[in-house]
C-alpha cells in the first residue's frame, strides 16, 4: 500500500522508508505547532484545511498531539524538512517557515493519495535549486481572472514551486497609459496586492515582471509612444526569416525611453514584495543597425549598445532596492560581454527544445560569476495540443545542466504565442513534471507523468493529454518551436507544407485522434472542455491539411464544411476561453481563426 501512495506525490522526495503500521486521523485532534506564528502560518493553514474544524490548535504540549509540527534548528538547509508518520502520531520539523510548509503539503498528498490512512514513514527531503518557478503568458493574448490565478498558486505550491511570474507587455493598468490596455482587460494594482498576500502565505514569491526593451508593439504602434521606437515603421529583421511589421523595440539611445521606464517601475513595483524584477529585454530584433541607433551599433557594435541601455536599466531598477532580472537571449550572442554584466542581476537563461545548449550557456554564465536561472517552457504554445516529447526533454536537461553549473533558479515557462489557442490543461504536464525535476532531479527524472497528472490535476486525462500532445510526431515533419499542425491550422494557404507532410501522415493524425476521442465521456468539468477543445484544434488542423494538399480546398463544398467546422471550433474557443479566463484579448484570439475561415468563403 505504501508503496502505491508514494508512487504519485508530487515531486518524490529525496529519501523515503516504509513502515509496516498505519495511522488513520480521525474526524478530531490535536494540532501541535511550535515556533513563531508567521513561521508555521504556511503549514497550520494547509494541514487545518485537509482536517477540517474539529482539530483543535495548540501551542506547545507536543505530548498530547496526534500531529505535531515544530521549527528546529537540526534539519539542514533550508526549505528542508523531516516528516515522520507512525501508528498514532505525525510528526514535521523544519529549520524555516518554507520547510515546514513543504512537509505539510507533502503529508495533505499523503492524506489524499491514501484516502486518509496514512502509511507509516519517515521522509527527508530538501530541494535541488533554491528557486522553482512558473511564468504565465498573461499578454499574448489571456489574462486569467484572479480566481484562476488563486487556484493556480494553490496548485503549484502544493507542488513546492515557490516563485511565480505573470509575463506582462501592456497588461497592467498603469493609470496614465489607459489608452494601451484598454479592453485587454488588464491586471489591477488592488488585484496585484491581494495576489501578492495569496502567495506569500503559500510560501511563493509573487515577482514583478515587464518588458521593457523588445516586445513593445502594443505600445509603440500608438503615436504618444511611437516616438520611443528604434524603427518607428517597422520592418525588423526576423531571425527566422520575414520581417516584423511592427515597431517593437525602445531606442536605447534615446533619454525619454528610460524616463519612460522608470514611470511604469514607479507605478508597478510598490505592489510587490519581492526585491526581484523581471525586465524581460529579449529579442531586440530592430537593434540591428537600421534604426535611430544605427550610427551607435556601427562604431560600438549591438552587443555594446545593447548592454549600455541594459545597464542604465539596473540602475533604475537597483534605484528602487530590486535585484534586476533578465532574458539572457541577446547578451549570450555576445559571450565577451557576458563578464561585464552587473554583479547583482539575474540571467535567465531561456531555451525551449530537447537540443537547447543549457550547457554551454550555463557555463559561460557561471564562468562570468552571473547569477542565472535555467528557464525551460512547457512546449504548450504554438502547438494545438503540446509537443509532450520535446517537453519532457527540454524540462530534464534544463534541471542537468543548471545544477552542473550551479544555477541559483529553474522558471518553466508558459508562452500564448500565436492567440494563445491552447487551454491551460496542456499546460499541466510541463508544471508538474518541472516541479518534480526541479526539486530533485535523481528521484523525479523518471517520473509517471500521466498518473501523477490524474492523482492532483486532470480528473483521469493525464495519459490522453500526453498523448494529445505526441500527435504532432506522426505528421511526417518536426519544426522549432511549434508544431506543423499549428503551422497548417494557423498559417494562410499560400504557405507550403514541410516537407514529409502529406494526405497520409494527416490521416493517420486524424485516426489517432479519433481514436483517442472515442472513449471520452460527456463531462462538464474545465479540464473535460479544455480537453474536447484540444481534440476539436487538431481535427480542424488535419482537416484543412487534407484539403490544401488534396485540393479539396478549392471545391465547394469541402468549403462549406470548413467554415462550419470553424465556426464551431470559434464558438467552443471563446467558451473554453471564459471558464478561467477575461473578456480581453478574446477578440484578438479569435481574429487569428477568423482569418483562415474567412479564406474558405466564396
Given amino acids: 500500500m505504501a508503496s502505491a501512495v508514494f508512487a504519485n506525490l508530487v515531486p518524490q522526495p529525496r529519501s523515503h522508508t516504509f513502515g509496516v503500521g498505519v495511522y488513520v486521523p480521525g474526524e478530531t485532534g490535536t494540532l501541535c505547532f511550535e515556533g513563531q506564528p508567521d513561521e508555521l502560518e504556511p503549514a497550520l493553514t494547509a494541514v487545518q484545511a485537509e482536517l477540517g474544524p474539529g482539530w483543535r490548535i495548540s501551542a506547545g504540549s507536543p505530548a498530547q498531539a496526534s500531529i505535531c509540527f515544530r521549527i528546529v534548528a537540526s534539519v539542514a538547509g533550508p526549505q528542508s524538512y523531516r516528516l515522520e508518520v507512525v501508528p498514532g502520531r505525525v510528526s514535521a520539523e523544519a529549520q524555516d517557515r518554507a520547510g515546514l510548509f513543504y512537509a505539510a503539503v507533502t503529508l495533505v498528498q499523503l492524506m489524499r493519495l491514501s484516502a486518509c490512512r496514512l502509511p507509516e514513514c519517515r521522509i527527508e527531503d530538501a530541494p535541488d535549486f533554491p528557486v522553482r518557478g512558473v511564468m504565465l503568458d498573461i499578454s499574448r493574448d489571456k489574462v486569467p481572472t484572479l480566481e484562476t490565478l488563486l487556484r493556480l498558486v494553490d496548485t503549484l505550491a502544493g507542488f513546492k514551486i515557490n516563485q511565480l511570474q505573470l509575463y506582462t507587455e501592456h497588461t497592467f493598468a498603469y493609470r496614465e497609459h489607459a489608452e494601451v490596455w484598454q479592453g485587454a482587460s488588464p491586471m489591477t494594482a488592488e488585484e496585484i496586492r491581494a495576489l501578492d498576500v495569496y502567495c506569500r502565505a503559500r510560501c511563493v514569491e509573487l515577482v514583478p515582471n515587464q518588458n521593457s526593451f523588445g516586445h513593445l508593439e502594443r505600445w509603440l504602434i500608438r503615436p504618444r509612444y511611437n516616438v520611443l521606437a528604434e524603427l518607428p515603421r517597422g520592418g525588423a529583421p526576423l531571425p527566422w526569416g520575414g520581417t516584423h511589421e511592427k515597431p517593437t523595440s525602445l531606442c536605447p539611445t534615446d533619454p525619454r525611453s528610460l524616463a519612460f521606464l522608470s514611470g511604469l517601475y514607479d507605478e508597478l513595483l510598490p505592489n510587490f514584495s519581492s526585491r526581484l524584477f523581471n525586465v524581460g529585454c529579449d529579442e531586440t530584433f530592430d537593434l540591428r543597425g537600421e534604426g535611430r541607433s544605427a550610427e551607435q551599433v556601427r562604431q560600438r557594435g549591438e552587443g555594446r549598445v545593447y548592454l549600455d541601455f541594459l545597464k542604465r536599466i539596473h540602475a533604475l531598477v537597483a534605484a528602487r532596492g530590486r535585484t534586476m532580472a ?9 559571450p565577451e560581454l557576458v563578464v561585464e554584466l552587473p554583479s547583482d542581476s539575474v540571467a535567465l537563461e531561456w531555451g525551449y527544445e530537447a537540443d537547447h545548449p543549457f550547457d554551454v550557456h550555463g557555463a559561460l554564465f557561471a564562468a562570468a560569476g552571473v547569477p542565472f536561472y535555467v528557464c525551460p517552457g512547457t512546449s504548450s504554445w504554438n502547438s494545438l495540443a503540446g509537443r509532450t516529447h520535446n517537453m519532457l526533454a527540454n524540462l530534464r536537461s534544463a534541471a542537468e545542466n543548471g545544477l552542473r553549473h550551479g544555477a541559483c533558479g529553474y522558471l518553466i515557462t508558459d508562452w500564448g504565442d500565436g492567440g494563445h489557442w491552447q487551454p491551460l490543461a496542456v499546460s499541466y504536464a510541463g508544471f508538474v513534471y518541472g516541479a518534480g525535476v526541479s526539486w530533485g532531479l535523481p528521484q523525479n527524472s523518471e517520473m509517471a507523468v500521466g498518473a501523477a497528472l490524474d492523482a492532483h490535476v486532470t480528473e483521469r ?36 507544407l514541410l516537407p514529409g507532410v502529406t494526405c497520409e501522415t494527416l490521416r493517420c493524425v486524424l485516426a489517432h485522434v479519433e481514436g483517442l476521442a472515442a472513449p471520452l465521456p460527456l463531462a462538464q468539468s474545465v479540464i473535460a472542455q479544455e480537453t474536447a477543445q484540444v481534440i476539436r484544434l487538431l481535427r480542424a488542423a488535419c482537416h484543412r491539411g487534407l484539403a490544401l494538399l488534396n ?18 471550433l470559434m464558438a467552443a474557443h471563446a467558451q473554453v476561453w471564459r471558464l478561467r479566463n477575461r473578456e480581453g484579448g478574446l477578440d484578438d484570439s479569435l481574429a487569428r481563426m477568423a482569418l483562415i475561415r474567412d479564406e474558405y468563403r466564396p
Avoid at 471 to 494: D, H, M, W
Avoid at 551 to 568: C, H, K, N, W
Fill in 461 to 496: 486525462s493525464g495519459q490522453l493529454l500526453l498523448e494529445l500532445g505526441d500527435v504532432y510526431r506522426e505528421c511526417g515533419a518536426l519544426r522549432g518551436n511549434s508544431t506543423e499542425l499549428f503551422q497548417i491550422l494557423a498559417k494562410p494557404r499560400s504557405r507550403p
Fill in 551 to 568: 485540393g479539396g480546398i478549392d471545391s465547394p463544398q469541402t468549403r462549406q464544411a470548413l467554415v462550419f467546422e470553424m465556426d464551431e
Fill in 326 to 334: 533578465f532574458w539572457g537571449d541577446i547578451i549570450i550572442r555576445h
